[in-house]
T-cell receptor
């Protein structure tokens, strides 16, 4: 009964080769988030969608783009991955405005750059 | 600026009790969350505090003092599977989660 599903679990790409990570949810939450997390560090928020409204964090590199075609799906596109982009990418959902529910995370996609 | 402080690493013994502290300075406050994260896995929700006091949930309890900008997570009857990182996160006035870097808890037999 997975509720936030990320695919793939592990992704290997070449330096500079575009890659897309996907996330889907069955919770019907109105907010979806993409985080980047490196070893022993806090998750770093890249983007979030409040319904269809896209919010880009000020320090998110232009190399990172996101799409949310509908409530259930969200994609993270890395246009030209560099070695520094190797990390765990976490998708999360929540229902802001309704009792401040916790963010529910997918299992994450671990991205390696060759 | 916004800041969450928690110890980098703690060590405890199986069967014992451990308290992980978290202090925060954020623009606004809409609640504090504790998450558990095992190595290589995603964070999983443990507890949520928005009012002062203690919330108990089985072996885990979480305490909040808003006036002091302080919370702690208390883990009782420690088990080896409790070895993980514990992340404190505050929901600020913009409903953004401000994360601490996490406390790595090492449990020894």
């Amino acid at each position: 009964d997975a509720m936030v599903i990320q695919n793939p679990r592990y992704q290997v790409t070449q330096f500079g080769k575009p890659v897309t990570l996907s996330c889907s949810q069955t919770l019907n939450h109105n907010v979806m988030y993409w985080y980047q997390q490196k070893s022993s560090q806090a998750p770093k928020l890249l983007f979030h969608y409040y319904d269809k409204d896209f919010n880009n964090e000020a320090d998110t590199p232009d190399n990172f783009q996101s799409r949310r075609p509908n409530t259930s799906f969200c994609f993270l596109d890395i246009r030209s991955p560099g070695l520094g982009d190797a990390a765990m990418y976490l998708c999360a959902t929540s229902t802001i405005g309704q009792n401040n529910q916790p963010q529910h995370f997918g299992d994450g996609t671990r991205l390696s750059i060759l | 600026g916004q800041n969450i402080d928690q110890p980098t690493e703690m060590t405890a013994t199986e069967g014992a009790i451990v308290q992980i502290n978290c202090t925060y300075q954020t623009s606004g406050f809409n609640g504090l969350f504790w998450y558990q994260q095992h190595a290589g896995e995603a964070p999983t929700f443990l507890s949520y505090n928005v009012l002062d006091g203690l919330e108990e949930k089985g072996r885990f309890s979480s305490f909040l003092s808003r006036s002091k900008g302080y919370s702690y997570l208390l883990l009782k009857e420690l088990q080896m599977k409790d070895s993980a990182s514990y992340l404190c996160a505050v929901l600020d006035s913009n409903y953004q989660l401000i994360w601490g870097a996490g406390t790595k808890l090492i449990i020894k037999p």
